[in-house]
């Protein structure tokens, strides 16, 4: 668990400087500024970029298997009244995120999130790093649907997350960031866009919540309130968050006409994301999660 740390209250932008609003002052953190936070990264070579990009077929993609971490509990049903996630046609910033675990092929969830160098995107570091090492072959396929890839699959160049999460596995920390290579000379967030990081929301807030459950060939989301569960843990309540859904986006302001809005959180955390379909937990974003994502962009 995290202990000892500021809490961020807020962010905003000033004259080019991004102000991240600390209790008694703020933070200015200047575009470039190193993370103070130490990383674990894993950088993929150009063959073994090459590689993945030849290993997942079409057959491949469609037979990976959802990650373990999130609603991989039985589907029950609470008495009290849930909504329940439906299809919808997905947006151009969220997508599959596959990686091989030494044995088999899974996927999770991620978002593409603003970022200087316009190639990160967003999940949950269990996703990324397990007891097996930092995951194989990892790539993103935009608004995957039903088999459709109409943007692409996009090849990992960097995986990144916090030390802390390498070292103990701290629920707190469990988010990371893949940088992509480029395709055709353009970067993932010159295609397709990016959410915004918001951090220091608070407990209580509207999100929508989207992913790819255990079918895994079309996306979901579900509107609702967030809620504290611990400290630095906060909860969603909404029926189908299965399996493949560790790293989905929790958006703010979700402008469906882009497909876009302010993330402040991803499905991981306490239990991984959750042992049921119908909880989910994502760790409270702060300075950590920022902080990663300066030294993930520095080293892309």
């Excluded at 130490?38 to 993945?52: I, L, W």
């Excluded at 596995?169 to 990371?176: I, T, V």
Aim: proline residues 3%.
């Amino acid at each position: 668990m995290r202990t000892g740390r500021t809490r961020l209250l807020g962010s905003g932008v000033v004259a080019g400087t991004v102000v991240l609003v600390v209790a008694g002052g703020a933070l200015a953190l200047r575009g470039g500024a190193t993370a103070s936070a130490a990383v674990e990264s894993y950088r993929v070579g150009t063959s073994g970029a090459s590689d993945t990009a030849s290993y997942w077929t079409s057959g491949r993609i469609a037979a990976a298997t959802p990650d373990v971490g999130a609603g991989t509990g039985t589907a029950l049903r609470q008495a009290r009244a849930l909504g329940s996630a439906q299809i919808f046609a997905g947006s151009p910033v969220l997508g599959i995120l596959l990686y091989n675990d030494g044995k088999t092929d899974h996927y999770c969830t991620g978002s593409v999130i603003n970022s200087q160098k316009r190639d990160l995107v967003l999940t949950a570091a269990h996703c990324l790093y397990s007891s097996g090492g930092f995951r194989r072959n990892v790539a993103f396929v935009p608004k995957y649907y039903g088999g459709k890839e109409p943007y692409g699959l996009w090849t990992a160049k960097v995986l990144v997350v916090d030390h802390r999460w390498k070292s103990s596995y701290d629920m707190d920390l469990d988010f990371g960031f893949v940088a992509l290579n480029s395709r055709g000379g353009k970067q993932i967030g010159d295609v397709v866009g990016s959410n915004q990081l918001w951090i220091g929301q608070g407990y209580r807030k509207w999100v929508d919540v989207m992913g790819y459950p255990s079918s895994g060939s079309r996306p979901i989301f579900c509107g609702g309130w967030t809620k504290k569960k611990f400290t630095y843990q906060i909860e969603f309540d909404c029926h189908g968050y299965y399996g493949g859904t560790s790293g989905s986006p929790w958006v703010v302001g979700y402008d469906a006409k882009t497909g876009t809005g302010g993330v402040m959180g991803v499905i991981g955390g306490y239990q991984r994301g959750g042992n049921s379909e119908y909880i989910s937990y994502s760790p409270v974003f702060d300075k950590d999660v920022w902080n990663l994502r300066i030294a993930a962009n520095a080293k892309a």
